[in-house]
C-alpha cells in the first residue's frame, strides 16, 4: 500500500501520528503505571480503580483528540505480612524459617480505552499480570506480562488524503472513500520492578504484535520499543515529600522521548505537580484524598512548540477508588 499522509479534519493530522503498541495518552502517565509496564500491578495493596478522560486540543473543538481510559488492578494474592511477627526476629530469620511461597504476591489487572481523532476511532482492552517477591524487609523485585487487544476504525469518507502521486485508482484508495475501514492488532509487553516505600526503577519491553486483518490496510506501524521508569521520595519534614520522577519511552530509531517529572506532596493529602516533556510541552497537574477511599486529579498540559498558537490546550481527569483498603493506605501515585 502506497503512504498516504492522513488529513484528519483539515489539520490535526498532520501534526499527530496514530501510535502503535499502545501507549496512554496522559498528562498524567503515573496513575497508569501498570500499562506502561506490568511489573507495577499489585504494587499496591488494594483493589485501585482509575478513570480518566483527557481532552486534547480543545482549539479543534468538535475534531479534538479524545481519550478515554478505565484501569483496574489488584492482588490475587497477598504475601505473608511479616510485621505481624510475634516473636520480633529479624527479617532475614523470619523469612528463613517460611516457605518461600509465603512471601510471594501477585497481581492482575485490566484496562479498556477509547480513543477519537477525527474520523479514526480507536478502542481497545488489556490484561496484565505481575509476580512479586521481596528480597529484603524494605526492597521488592517483581515481574509482569501484558496483553493488549485494539481496534482501529477509518471512517473513509470523513477522510481526506494528500501527497505526491496519489493514485485515485489504488485499491486501498477506493476502499477507504467507499466507507469504514476497520483493523485489530494485538500488543504484548513484558516488564520488570524493583522497587520499595522511597524508589522504584524499571523497564519494559515490547516483543511483538500481530495484526489480525489485512496488513495492507494497517494503519500505523510499530512505534514504541519499550519504556523505562525511575523515581524517587524525599521527605523534606513531616509535611512535605518530593517526588521527582523520569518516563522515557524508547522508540523504535532508539530515540528516547522524555518526561521529566516533581510531585510535592503534603501529608499525603493533597500534591502538586511539574512536568517537562521534551517534546516541547509542558503539564501542571494537582490532586487531593478526599478519603482512604476516594481521590481526584487535574491536569493542565500546553503546548511550547510551534503549535502553541492555534492547538489549544488540553484537560484530563483521573478519579480514583481504592476498594479493600482494610488499612486506609493512600495510593503511591507513582
Known amino acids: 500500500m502506497r503512504r498516504f499522509l492522513l488529513f484528519l479534519s483539515a489539520v490535526i493530522m498532520t501534526f499527530m501520528e496514530v501510535e ?3 501507549i496512554p495518552q496522559s498528562g498524567q502517565p503515573f496513575q497508569y503505571a ?9 504494587v499496591e495493596n488494594f483493589m485501585d480503580i482509575k478513570v480518566g478522560h483527557r481532552y486534547q486540543w480543545g482549539a479543534f473543538n468538535t475534531n479534538a483528540p479524545q481519550f478515554s481510559n478505565l484501569a483496574i488492578n489488584f492482588r490475587t494474592k497477598h504475601p505473608l505480612d511479616l510485621k505481624t511477627n510475634a516473636l520480633r526476629l529479624s527479617w532475614g530469620e523470619w523469612a ?3 516457605p518461600k511461597s509465603k512471601l510471594i504476591y501477585h497481581g492482575l489487572g485490566f484496562n479498556v480505552y477509547n480513543e477519537k481523532l477525527g474520523p479514526l476511532k480507536e478502542y481497545g482492552a488489556g490484561v496484565h499480570y505481575a509476580v512479586h517477591f521481596p528480597v529484603s524487609e524494605k526492597i521488592t523485585v517483581s515481574g509482569g506480562v501484558g496483553l493488549m487487544y485494539e481496534n482501529s476504525r477509518l471512517r473513509g469518507g470523513d477522510a481526506f488524503y494528500w501527497g505526491e502521486n496519489v493514485n485515485i485508482n489504488d485499491p486501498v484508495y477506493k476502499i477507504l472513500q467507499a466507507g469504514d475501514v476497520s483493523q485489530s ?21 515490547y516483543p511483538w504484535n500481530t495484526n489480525l486483518g489485512d496488513p495492507e490496510l494497517a494503519f500505523d506501524d510499530e512505534f514504541y520499543s519499550g519504556s523505562l521508569q525511575v523515581g524517587y521520595s ?6 512535605f515529600d518530593l517526588k521527582p520522577a523520569i518516563l522515557a519511552l524508547w522508540q523504535v ?21 511539574l512536568t517537562y516533556r521534551d517534546v516541547n510541552s509542558g503539564v501542571v497537574s494537582g490532586g487531593f484524598n478526599f478519603n482512604s477511599a476516594l481521590s481526584a486529579s487535574y491536569s493542565y498540559e ?19 477508588a481504592r476498594l479493600k483498603n482494610y488499612r486506609q493506605l493512600n495510593q503511591r501515585t507513582w
Do not use: C
Not at 185 to 205: D, H, K, M
Open 20 to 22: 502503535a503498541q499502545y
Open 34 to 42: 501498570p500499562i506502561f509496564n506490568p511489573a507495577f500491578t499489585g
Open 96 to 98: 528463613r524459617d517460611i
Open 185 to 205: 492488532s494485538l500488543w504484548s509487553r513484558i516488564g520488570f520492578l524493583v522497587y520499595s516505600e522511597r524508589f522504584y526503577f524499571g523497564g519494559t519491553y
Open 234 to 239: 524525599f521527605s523534606i519534614n513531616d509535611e
Open 253 to 273: 530509531d532508539n530515540t528516547f522521548v522524555i518526561d521529566y517529572q516533581a510531585k510535592l506532596y503534603l501529608q499525603d493529602k493533597a500534591w502538586f505537580g
Open 302 to 320: 500546553f503546548s511550547m512548540g510551534k503549535l502553541r498558537t492555534f492547538s489549544g490546550s488540553t484537560h484530563e481527569l483521573v478519579l480514583s
